[in-house]
């Protein structure tokens, strides 16, 4: 009996150490899983971290690209083309879960490319900038010397214009001691109702600066009512790039010598009225002389 009880005591001690045993392997068992788990907690957690300053970057690199618009339609393409990657990049993240360091890994590379290329079109871009700026400034500095060379030259067009009329004016010829008389048939003055010719009688002083040779002088008069005498229909002649109608004409030969008396005959054709005239000579687009006349 006691035999028995010894043997029973013996298992009954070896199942409490298999069972101390076995809770002791439990109770570690449960200690690793707990720092295990916390561990993944920490890892997960960290892997998530990671992730969201990985989409702000993106976010901000996109920006980045959008900021580098250019003039140049070919770079803004390639700029295009890169936001596109940033914007798939994005969507792949949004689906990515937070366990993969392998994955995290190949986004900060892919990052990376994008942060170089980034660079890349920055440099091209100041360098594209800084070359406008210099072909802004020569233009400008172009536009100045046309401007320059244009006011110059309208200035020098001015003063060969001038220049040519202060000489056309100096060549022209003038009429001096301008009169205008009614004659009869005898050739003495009379009064407008005896009136035969009306004779207008001038001077041309010299002028060495007038062309010489053949010169028609036109006498163009204008009754108290302000119609002008004309010859004929056709009595016309270029005055200003006008015609106007002239009353009488003659012909003279100028050697720039002094030409006195000059006369012009008008043959009174009955349209005479009492009151006052003006009389008008002209020559070569020039008007070279005036006078009031009244007839009584």
């Not at 980034?118 to 406008?132: F, T």
């Amino acid at each position: 009996m006691e035999e028995n009880k010894l043997i029973q005591n013996k298992k009954d001690k070896t199942l409490v150490w298999i069972i101390a045993g076995l809770g002791f392997i439990l109770i570690v068992l449960f200690i690793f899983f707990m720092v295990e788990r916390s561990a993944n907690k920490k890892h997960i957690a960290a892997i998530h971290e990671e992730k969201e300053l990985l989409e702000q970057e993106l976010t901000d690199l996109s920006s980045n690209y959008d900021n580098l618009k250019s003039t140049n339609d070919t770079l803004n393409e390639k700029l295009t083309v890169e936001q596109e990657k940033i914007a798939i990049l994005l969507e792949e993240m949004k689906k990515f879960r937070d366990n993969s360091y392998a994955e995290i890994s190949r986004y900060k590379k892919e990052i990376g490319t994008l942060k170089t290329v980034l660079r890349s079109y920055v440099v091209q871009i100041d360098s594209l900038n800084q070359l406008n700026q210099k072909l802004t400034a020569e233009n400008t500095q172009v536009k100045q010397q046309i401007s320059w060379v244009r006011e110059r030259n309208n200035k020098l067009e001015k003063e060969q214009k001038d220049m040519k009329e202060v000489i056309a004016r100096a060549g022209a010829l003038t009429a001096e001691n301008f009169t205008v008389v009614p004659i009869n048939k005898k050739g003495r003055v009379t009064n407008w109702k005896k009136c035969f010719q009306l004779r207008a009688d001038f001077v041309i002083p010299k002028n060495i600066t007038a062309k010489r040779g053949t010169r028609i002088i036109y006498l163009r008069l204008t009754r108290p009512d302000g119609k002008v005498i004309a010859f004929s229909e056709k009595s016309f002649f270029k005055y200003q790039n006008v015609s106007l109608t002239y009353s009488a004409k003659r012909e003279i030969e100028y050697e720039g010598e002094r030409l006195d008396p000059v006369s012009i005959y008008w043959p009174n054709d009955g349209s005479l009225t009492k009151g006052k005239y003006t009389a008008e000579l002209f020559s070569e687009n020039e008007n070279i002389g005036s006078t009031e006349f009244f007839l009584n």
